[in-house]
Nanobody, 126 residues
């Protein structure tokens, strides 16, 4: 069964850092672009970061550019999201995603997600 599982969500103070992890099973995530989405209460889910299968292109939403960094580890079927300088407005449920259509080039406008994780809560508050 194809599955994505996220780890690393937590309560963190403003200005702090977190690293989210995502591990895939049941399919070869190395063939997919990997991405991160987030959904805050009362808001739509938004794609915030993407990395293609060869790590040649990345995409970041303007709201996280310069603060977040996506990476992946081939052979481990894993992707990561390093989040620095966290703000209260970063509070959301964060979801990992695998997208075959973006496997050779990431962009922020044409997600066709094949697999979703269950989400992990990130809360930024003092």
């Amino acid at each position: 069964q194809e599955k994505l599982v996220e780890f690393g969500g937590a309560l963190v103070q403003p200005g702090g850092s977190l690293r989210l992890s995502c591990v895939a099973s049941g399919f070869d995530a190395d063939d997919y672009a990997m991405g991160w989405f987030r959904q805050a209460p009362g808001k739509e889910r938004e794609g915030i970061a993407c990395i293609d299968r060869r790590e040649r292109s990345t995409y970041y939403a303007d709201s996280v550019k310069g603060r977040f960094r996506i990476s992946r580890e081939k052979g481990r079927n894993a992707a990561f999201l390093r989040m620095d300088s966290l703000k209260p407005e970063d509070t959301a449920v964060y979801y990992c995603a695998a997208d075959l259509s973006l496997r050779d080039a990431c962009n922020g406008s044409t997600w066709l997600v094949d697999y979703w994780g269950q989400g992990t809560q990130v809360t930024v508050s003092s």
